[in-house]
């Protein structure tokens, strides 16, 4: 081949495999050119539907185009997770990501997905503390009594869960492994009726939602003894950290977005970056903050460490207390 054809056959082969570079950067930079889904694991009304629709809200100003989100409860949100890893790899279809899907992960033998592989994690959105909430009758008014009273009356104190394998059931659980403690669990179906039995005595201890016993505090129905965070709450400013007196305790529920795998690094990237604008926008910020929660900006990376890093533990949680799904 002479120098000069050579040359033009290099320049057309560079040129050539620079176009599909470019045909996605332009697709990513075209998206979403028609409606988006969110798909959510829980009925309309709750924590987790909340926030779905704050960050499709957020999107849907941001990038034209409706973000619409699709409930399917059932299975403890494993058929939520399905549906979208099922879904095309095309950035149409998004699921929030919640700790439902760190705890599955372990707690169901059979799952018809790997989450960890099957759903690439575009970024996250907040980090939700839960409270240690016990019934006013109960004479420990501190973690440190509290666990006094647990090892002098072991097995006398009922531990309320909105369900087990729920958050607030593994939260306990992570406590009772911890601090050295025996509490019998109490499952009911939700928050609702766990905290109705709390406030009537039926059950002692139960690791709340903070937003829905926000009020049983104030009115002085339920006492917080401590949050789930590493850290305080803003919204409980006076109460503590469970892990100022149990070392390394920390639970909170931390919700995202992630998508199906192989959906284009490009979207993926977009959409994170859509994600990190919004929860800079002061709207969203107060919107989240009534939910006691603490911003989660960064990278897909960065959602997918935690991500992994809550699988890691609540397996050790789900091994330790041999819990089984209902």
């Given at each position: 081949m002479k120098p000069t054809h050579r040359?033009?056959?290099?320049?057309?082969?560079?040129?050539?495999?620079?176009?599909?570079?470019?045909?996605?950067?332009?697709?990513?930079?075209?998206?979403?050119?028609?409606?988006?889904?969110?798909?959510?694991?829980?009925?309309?009304?709750?924590?987790?539907?909340i926030i779905a629709r704050l960050v499709g809200q957020s999107l849907s100003e941001r990038l034209g185009q409706q973000f619409l989100i699709e409930n399917r409860p059932g299975a403890g949100t494993n058929i939520?997770?399905?549906?979208?890893?099922?879904?095309?790899?095309?950035?149409?279809?998004?699921?929030?990501?919640?700790?439902?899907?760190?705890?599955?992960?372990?707690?169901?033998?059979?799952?018809?997905f790997n989450f960890l592989r099957d759903i690439v994690p575009v970024g996250g959105v907040v980090r939700v503390p839960l409270v240690m909430a016990v019934n006013p009758s109960l004479p420990a008014k501190t973690i440190p009594e509290f666990i006094a009273y647990a090892k002098a009356n072991p097995g006398k104190i009922s531990m309320a869960s909105a369900g087990i394998g729920s958050a607030p059931h593994v939260s306990g659980e992570l406590f009772k492994m911890m601090a050295g403690v025996d509490m019998v669990h109490v499952p009911y179906r939700g928050d609702g009726p766990a905290l109705t039995d709390l406030i009537g005595g039926q059950v002692q201890v139960y690791f709340s939602g903070l937003a829905p016993s926000l009020d049983h505090f104030k009115t002085g129905k339920l006492r917080p003894l401590g949050v789930t965070t590493a850290k305080r709450s803003d919204a409980l400013p006076d109460v503590p950290a469970i892990g100022e007196f149990v070392l390394?305790?920390?639970?909170?529920?931390?919700?995202?977005v992630g998508a199906p795998k192989?959906?284009?690094?490009?979207?993926?990237?977009?959409?994170?970056?859509?994600?990190?604008?919004?929860?800079?926008?002061?709207?969203?910020?107060?919107?989240?903050?009534?939910?006691?929660?603490?911003?989660?900006?960064?990278?897909p990376s960065d959602f997918g460490r935690l991500i992994a890093e809550e699988t890691e533990k609540w397996a050790k949680v789900v091994k330790f207390a041999s819990l089984k799904p209902e």
């Open positions: 040359r033009q056959f290099l320049h057309l082969t560079a040129g050539a495999a620079v176009l599909p570079v470019m045909s996605r950067i332009a697709r990513a930079q075209a998206y979403p050119t028609r409606p988006v889904r969110l798909i959510v694991g829980y009925a309309a009304g709750g924590t987790n539907d939520a997770t399905e549906a979208a890893v099922n879904a095309p790899a095309d950035g149409y279809t998004l699921l929030l990501v919640g700790p439902a899907n760190a705890i599955n992960a372990t707690l169901y033998e059979k799952l018809n390394g305790y920390e639970a909170s529920t931390s919700f995202g192989n959906t284009p690094i490009e979207i993926v990237g977009r959409l994170n970056t859509e994600l990190n604008t919004a929860l800079a926008n002061s709207r969203l910020q107060v919107k989240l903050t009534e939910l006691a929660g603490m911003l989660l900006p960064g990278s």
